[in-house]
């Protein structure tokens, strides 16, 4: 990966989740000739990692103690150096004697060496400061990327960093912290990261660090109910893979081959004859990071229709009989990679007006209450004086998360209801954000339906969502249409909030019928009384079938 446009060529997914033996929180990576090294916050190991056989040697057997809370773990030159509290300290590799090099007012997370500059990451104090080596004066402060605690490397003259709260890894100019891009992690909690050349006429490898608790049902036999649930320590390191593209603005990292089944089963609450029946469901879409590989029916035959740009799937019957039994879906095989733009406010081009096609997506078409003193007034507040449509929407995305909090609704209220009330599921979420966008003359429009569930390493087990989900997209002119988040990034009151998935998608997001219902019925006959949800009962299944590595070719838009 000499160059961040590369896509990996010649890279073997043989290089893939490692699981070193007998650790349980991994806070720190850094790489050397042979292998990997790594640092266990809660055991105090200095670890040597073979990436390819998992091997795992202990090479401070006799100082664990003094490694006990250690992060930030990199290699420069045979010495090492890391954070420990709030010092910065540095050893040499083989004999491990720790000398303090500079103490911060605030606990230490990231260290990194190039030459003679070090660079140390602070998340109370917002900032990167660089020191000098030999003198152990601070030479420049630059703003951490990120909310989260933040570790960091070296490679090829970029700064990387790595944001845990984020969930991304951002390459920044080593000199001026001038972000280059970012790219989401396939998995939460990121650690520690690394670059390791597995041969020298190989790719070096991006190794991405991770560590949290995982629930799991514990088998009690000495309890009188013994299948207890709880949780455990996880940690492990995975290889981040990626594409960037520089012209467009963004980076595709980690993507998965999944198995997607929709289905309905009809199964009617009351007898009911229903003629000249059609069954709309819409099809999951070829975006820049999602490309349907494969689609087939399940119970029954449909034809495809296109509405609004958008793939449905069409199933016509000409009777429904009475508690009539049977099954209407389809199967897709889709790629499905995280997104990530990457775009500062001064990359919007000045004076582009809305295309015509788009201004349907500035009226109020699915109760939005934008006639509502209650939305007209917040709309005014979210965006105060700010016109760059780019900071607007991030502004708007803030006030919503800032007098919202998540909860699971019976129902869907209408925006003003939902934003008096000061709790809202993802649909009322996105209801407030399509209003107050939409008032402010962005266009947007829904987009989602379910996440596969996160497990990326569960290949071929059915996995089912607990719930269906939606987000947006908003438009940019000029750029194009940007994904965001509904609610999930909100999740500290009053922030700072992560911007993960602001103008960015997680590998798990299905995109599905952007901006059209996702599905509909009518017949001939319908009684006004009679829903879908009378009529049948839906079953969503995934399956992740392997891991993949971005390339140009899933370049294709709708």
Not at 290 to 296: G, L, S
Not at 378 to 391: F, P, Q, S
Not at 418 to 439: D, H
Not at 466 to 484: A, S
Request: negative net charge.
């Amino acid at each position: 990966m000499p160059n961040s446009d590369c896509a990996f060529p010649g890279v073997s997914l043989q290089h893939s989740t490692i699981r070193p033996i007998g650790v349980y929180a991994l806070s720190g990576l850094a790489a050397d000739r042979t292998g990997l090294l790594a640092v266990d916050a809660i055991r105090g190991y200095l670890l040597a990692v073979n990436p390819l056989t998992n091997n795992t040697i202990i090479l401070n057997p006799h100082h664990v103690s003094g490694w006990i809370g250690v992060h930030g773990l990199t290699l420069w030159q045979e010495v090492l150096w890391y954070a420990k509290g709030q010092e910065v300290i540095y050893c040499d590799r083989h004999n491990l004697i720790p000398t303090v090099f500079t103490r911060l007012p605030y606990p230490v997370t990231g260290v990194a060496v190039w030459e003679t500059t070090v660079y140390v990451s602070c998340q109370k104090s917002g900032y990167i400061h660089l020191f000098d080596c030999h003198s152990g004066e601070l030479i420049e402060r630059i703003p951490q990327p990120g909310i989260g605690t933040e570790t960091l490397t070296i490679f090829q003259d970029q700064l990387w960093v790595c944001d845990r709260a984020e969930q991304t890894v951002y390459c920044l100019d080593r000199t001026s912290g001038a972000a280059q891009f970012s790219a989401l992690t396939p998995f939460t909690s990121p650690t520690g990261i690394a670059f390791y050349q597995p041969a020298p006429d190989q790719e070096p490898i991006c190794y991405i660090s991770y560590a949290d608790e995982e629930p799991y049902i514990r088998d009690n036999p000495n309890a009188d109910f013994p299948y207890q649930l709880t949780f455990r320590d996880r940690t492990f390191i995975h290889p981040l893979y990626f594409h960037h593209n520089a012209t467009e603005h963004y980076t595709l990292s980690n993507g998965y081959l999944v198995e997607l089944s929709y289905v309905e089963e009809l199964l009617p609450l009351e007898a009911v004859t229903l003629n000249q029946v059609e069954w709309r469901i819409a099809l999951p879409a070829n975006t820049l990071r999602q490309r349907i590989r494969h689609i087939e029916p399940i119970g029954h035959e449909f034809t495809i229709e296109e509405q609004d740009g958008q793939k449905v799937a069409v199933f016509k019957f000409d009777q429904i009989l009475p508690h009539q039994g049977g099954l209407i879906g389809w199967r897709a095989i889709i790629e499905m990679y995280s997104l990530k733009y990457s775009l500062a406010p001064a990359d919007i081009p000045a004076g582009e007006a809305l295309p015509t096609e788009l201004q349907p997506y500035l009226i109020d078409d699915d109760d939005l209450a934008m006639e509502t003193e209650t939305i007209r007034q917040a709309a005014k507040d979210a965006i105060g004086t700010e016109t760059n449509v780019l900071r607007q929407m991030l502004k708007i995305r803030n006030y919503v998360y800032d007098r919202l909090s998540y909860g699971i609704r019976p129902r869907i209220d209408t925006p003003d209801v939902a934003l008096a009330r000061g709790i809202g599921s993802c649909g009322e979420y996105v209801g407030v954000l399509l209003a107050l966008a939409r008032l402010n003359g962005i266009a947007c429009r829904t987009i989602g339906r379910y996440k596969c569930p996160p497990h990326p390493e569960s290949h071929y087990l059915p996995l089912e969502p607990d719930f269906n989900h939606v987000w947006l997209e908003f438009y940019v002119p000029g750029i194009g249409w940007l994904p965001m988040e509904s609610n999930v990034d909100d999740i500290v009151d009053r922030g700072p909030y992560p911007q993960r998935f602001f103008m960015g998608l997680a590998w798990y997001h299905t995109e599905i019928g952007k901006g059209i219902s996702f599905e509909k019925m009518r017949a001939a006959d319908k009684p006004a009384h009679i829903s879908m949800g009378d009529l049948a009962i839906n079953h969503i299944r995934f399956r992740i079938l392997e891991e993949l590595i971005p390339q140009e070719s899933i370049e294709v838009k709708d």
